[in-house]
């Protein structure tokens, strides 16, 4: 039975850090490409970065060089650190995996149900 589970979210005021972990279990995690999606209320869901099972990382335009994800194998663990959050970021995060094949900001497989992140001004 695949899980994803999130944690680290929370409330953060404008300029400052989180980080965002997702314990996996029930499927090959380090095969997967790994991702973490955002929704705010009212919006659609935006995919934020994926890291592929070789390392490749990407990103949305709205959090380079903000964002850096990241995955411990071993651990079956992926992370989210960001920095200089700001109102704009606040939303559900939500940890996802996916083939290999699929490792682009557009759906997944499988979720989690999310942390809430908040930030305020």
């Known amino acids: 039975q695949v899980q994803l589970v999130e944690s680290g979210g929370g409330p953060v005021q404008a300029g400052g850090s989180l980080r965002l972990s997702c314990a996996a279990s029930g499927f090959a995690y380090s095969l997967y490409c790994m991702k973490w999606f955002r929704q705010a209320p009212g919006k659609e869901r935006e995919g934020v970065a994926t890291?592929?099972?070789?390392?490749?990382?990407n990103y949305a335009d709205s959090v380079k060089g903000r964002f850096t994800i990241s995955r411990d194998n071993d651990k079956k663990t992926l992370y989210l650190q960001m920095n200089s959050l700001k109102p704009d970021d606040t939303a559900m995060y939500y940890c996802?995996?996916?083939?290999?094949?699929?490792?682009?900001?557009?759906?997944?497989?499988?979720w989690g149900q999310g942390t809430q992140v908040t930030v305020s001004s």
């Open positions: 996802a995996a996916d083939a290999y094949s699929r490792c682009t900001l557009i759906g997944a497989n499988y």
């Open positions: 890291i592929a099972n070789d390392g490749n990382t």
